[in-house]
């Protein structure tokens, strides 16, 4: 545990604007175009963004950018994550980061470390295939060799029976590419309708970061714990291990050496049960002017417990939970404005109806219901016009719906 006496005392509230400014919240967003600096810009600020899946509303990895810059094309991100022949202006790639995730390319060989442990690391089903099937991992190697990018689905693999519980069905062919992609040999060279294409490292990332040297691995977990600390403003250890899923140990001894060096501060933080720590440089606004849907995997709030501690919001995403026993619905993303959570609304973009349809709509306590509506009314119709939508349909569910509709 670190354990550094304190020499700053905090308030929760200015806790809580340092770490939103440090999320690049609080800043107008663009008059005009949203450009590709702008993007990098936040996404820079973050440091990762989050993949997932799910796409009932929009892909995760985009709605953070949204949340702190408004509407913008879709297609610039894209660019800037996809390795296109001739062209050097990507600036992001894939790796198992927080979970899968977007990072700058620089971070990129700071997470070799992770990348060596993959026998140790990578999920079970990949050690096996890497183990049982040697000769597979050969074959998919010389396929990318000798045809460049591959999908999992030219991998002519029989799929096994899915065991109860498992979330995906994978083939051995996926897994052994899973578990390339671990190492660190095969990274993804693109997306096409959010569908992995893979290629060998060498082939498509730039020579620069390939040849960047490895840096010993308690050297990048530091780096790693900078690049969060920044991120976050002010935060626990557990807080800033977390970001990049440092193993806890390894955590709290990157923590303690940063604190020794004077790199981070310690503070104690109101109400806060756990130390904490400021990044020097951290913005510490007076105000916070900020209006924003969240994705379940944004920065700001993907540590529940963080989340908890900052706004006093209890949060869990109830996708998993069966429907019957969902408080708030199945993809809810909480409302944030000024420097608090106000509410959380369960959206879906019904794309062949042309609808924005929020199936719930709630109000946390202590906000004022017609303030919260107004802002949230706005920002849902902003939201539904960025993902091509026309209206936007509220259900009757929730604490809030009945004023929202009635504002929307």
Known sequence: MVATPAALTLSALAARRIALTAQGFGRRRPDGPVTARHIRQVAD?????????????????????FARLGPYSRDILDRLTAHTSGRTNRAYVEYWAHEASLIPLSTLPLLRWRMAEADQQAWGSMQRVARERPELLEQ???????????????????????????????????MALEYLFWTGEVTAARRVNFERWYDLSEKVLPAAILNTPTPPRADAQR???????????????????????????????????????????????????????????????????????????????????RALRLFGFHYRIEIYTPAAQRQHGYYVLPFLLGDTLVGRVDLKADRAAGVLRVQSAWVEPGADPQHVASALAAELHLMAGWLGLDSVDIAERGDLAGILRQVA
Request: glycine letters at 8%; aromatic letters at 8%; proline letters at 9%.
């Open 140 to 174: 998919i190697r010389t396929l990318m060799r000798d045809s460049g990018p591959i999908r999992s689905g030219q991998l002519d693999v029989p799929r096994t029976a899915r065991k109860p519980g498992a979330m995906w069905n994978w083939h051995e062919g996926k």
């Open 223 to 305: 780096e790693l714990v900078r690049i969060a600390a920044r991120a976050y403003g002010v935060a626990t250890e557990p807080d800033l291990g977390d970001y990049f899923r440092l193993p806890r140990a390894d955590s709290r001894a990157r923590v303690s050496e940063l604190v020794e060096a004077g790199e981070l501060i310690p503070v104690d933080v109101r109400g806060w049960s756990a130390p904490a720590y400021l990044w020097p440089t951290a913005g510490r606004p007076r105000a916070m002017a900020a209006r924003a849907l969240l994705s379940p995997f944004d920065p700001l709030i993907w540590f529940r417990d």
């Open 45 to 65: 600020l973050m440091g990762i963004l989050q993949i997932d899946s799910v796409n009932v509303l929009s892909r995760s990895h985009y709605l953070p950018i």
